[in-house]
C-alpha cells in the first residue's frame, strides 16, 4: 500500500549546526505535507506544512522543501538547539493522514 | 486556546480486560481522529469523526475496538476484549473540519496489556 519513509532513523547533531531531515512519499496524488515534532511522553506537534503548489516554505528556524518530481520532502532546522531534539514524522494527506516511521533527532551541546 | 485533551494518560490492563479512554476535541473542531502509535513507528488512523458521524474506520479492527461521539464534542474509544498486541499509545487529534487539515494532537493515552 501506499507509505510514506524516512530515509534515516537517526540523526546526530552538533548544537548550533543546521539539520536536515529527510522523507520519501509514494503516493503522488496526496496534496499537502505536514511535519511533526514528538517528545518523549507527548503527543506529535504540528511543526510546519506545505501544499502540493509550492516548492518551498518557511518558518520560524525551519524550511521544508518539497520535490513533487521524485516524491521527496525535507525539513531544515536552521541554528539546531537541545530543545529540538525529538522524533520527526513527515505525514501526507491524500485521503487521510499517513505518518512515516520518524526520525530521531539528537542535538549534542 | 486549549489543547486536546486526554485521558488517562496511562493504563496497565490484563489480557482479555476492557478498556476506554476519552478525548475532549479543541473548541469548535468538528473533525476527530483517534490513532494507534506503537513503539517506534508513526501513528496509524483508527478512525475519523465529522462531527458525530463517522468519516472513516477502515483500520478500526471492528471485532474488539469501538469508538462513539454521540454529541459531536467528546469521544471514547473501547478495546474489549484487549490483547496484547493491543499495548501502545493512543493519540487523539482534532481539526476545524473540511477544508482545514491541519491536526491537533492530545498528550495520548499508553496502554500496557499484560
Known amino acids: 500500500g501506499e507509505s510514506v519513509g524516512l530515509h534515516l532513523p537517526t540523526l546526530s547533531v552538533q548544537e548550533g549546526d543546521n539539520s536536515i531531515i529527510n522523507c520519501a512519499y509514494s503516493?503522488?496524488?496526496?496534496?499537502?505535507f505536514i511535519w511533526y515534532k514528538q517528545e518523549s511522553g507527548k503527543g506529535p506537534q504540528f511543526i510546519i506544512d506545505?501544499?502540493?503548489?509550492?516548492d518551498k516554505r518557511q518558518g520560524q528556524r525551519v524550511t521544508v522543501l518539497l520535490n513533487k518530481t521524485v516524491k521527496h520532502l525535507s525539513l531544515q532546522i536552521a541554528a539546531t538547539q537541545p530543545g529540538d531534539s525529538a522524533v520527526y514524522f513527515c505525514?501526507?494527506?491524500?485521503?487521510?493522514?499517513?505518518f512515516g516511521q520518524g526520525t530521531e533527532l539528537s542535538v549534542k551541546p | 486556546e486549549a489543547g486536546v485533551a486526554q485521558s488517562p494518560r496511562y493504563k496497565i490492563i490484563e489480557k482479555r480486560q476492557s478498556v476506554a479512554f476519552w478525548c475532549n476535541p479543541i473548541?469548535?473542531?468538528?473533525?476527530l481522529y483517534w490513532y494507534q502509535q506503537i513503539l517506534g513507528q508513526g501513528p496509524k488512523l483508527l478512525i475519523q469523526?465529522?462531527?458525530?458521524?463517522?468519516?472513516?474506520d477502515s483500520q478500526l479492527p471492528k471485532d474488539r475496538f469501538s469508538a462513539e461521539r454521540l454529541k459531536g464534542v467528546d469521544s471514547t474509544l473501547k478495546i474489549q476484549p484487549a490483547k496484547l498486541e493491543d499495548s501502545a499509545v493512543y493519540l487523539c487529534?482534532?481539526?476545524?473540519?473540511?477544508?482545514?487539515?491541519?491536526?491537533?494532537f492530545g498528550p495520548g493515552t499508553r496502554l500496557l496489556v499484560l
Open positions: 487529534a482534532s481539526s476545524l473540519g473540511p477544508g482545514e487539515e491541519t491536526q491537533y
Open positions: 503516493n503522488s496524488a496526496s496534496d499537502y
Open positions: 506545505i501544499r502540493s503548489n509550492m
Open positions: 505525514a501526507e494527506m491524500g485521503g487521510k493522514l499517513i
Open positions: 473548541s469548535g473542531h468538528a473533525t
Open positions: 469523526f465529522q462531527n458525530n458521524g463517522v468519516v472513516d
